[in-house]
């Protein structure tokens, strides 16, 4: 069995317990609102890719979606990012409006030097903003947001099983819904539009 099969697996048996527990509650093909008593998010203490600190107060006064993930992921993360770039800069003058944050779990290789070679890319949503930090940092975001990650194998080639999940939240910095990673652009725009003109 491959690799990737294998990390597919994985992902789909993560969201399914996240189902089970009733974390999520199914609202249309592919978005998720939390249940009524499951509170998502919370303060947080990082460091962006030039070596900023940054806290909880980064997703104040925009729409921002948080994926998590790292930068030696061989294909979940890049592929999420780059729709994430294609949607949000199709919405034209509303994509001003969004941001996007990638937040590490990988924190003993994604330095903020990587983070930012990473999400340099042109395929990847403008203005990106990469998050990393100390292990219980990144352990605590983790736990606001409900991820799962873990490492898997030793040495310096090891891989990090992670959910994948789209966060998005509103401009005061409550969480509004989970977006599938594995969504077309144009539907995760049209979510995002959608949950901007609700408010």
Not at 59 to 83: E, H, R
Not at 110 to 136: E, M, R, Y
Request: charged share 15%; glycine share 10%.
């Amino acid at each position: 069995m491959s690799r990737r099969l294998i990390l597919w697996i994985l992902v789909g048996v993560g969201a399914l317990a996240l189902l089970g527990l009733g974390l999520w509650r199914h609202e249309s093909s592919g978005v998720r609102h939390a249940a009524p008593d499951v509170a998502i998010g919370g303060p947080f203490q990082m460091v962006d890719q030039h070596g900023h600190p940054a806290d909880q107060g980064l997703l104040k006064g925009k729409w921002t979606a948080i994926f998590f993930g790292y930068t030696y992921c061989p294909d979940v993360c890049p592929t999420t990012l780059q729709s994430l770039g294609t949607a949000v800069k199709a919405m034209g003058d509303k994509a001003k409006d969004v941001r996007v944050v990638f937040v590490s779990v990988d924190p003993a290789r994604d330095t903020p030097a990587q983070l930012k070679d990473f999400l340099s890319s042109p395929a990847f949503p403008p203005g990106v903003i990469g998050l990393t930090g100390s292990d219980a940092q990144v352990a605590a975001i983790a736990k606001a947001y409900k991820v799962f990650y873990q490492r898997q194998g030793t040495g310096t080639n090891y891989t990090v099983d992670h959910s994948a999940v789209i966060y998005l939240m509103r401009p005061d910095g409550s969480f509004d819904s989970a977006i599938a990673f594995n969504l077309p652009p144009d539907q995760i725009e049209t979510h995002i539009v959608k949950a901007m003109s609700a408010t």
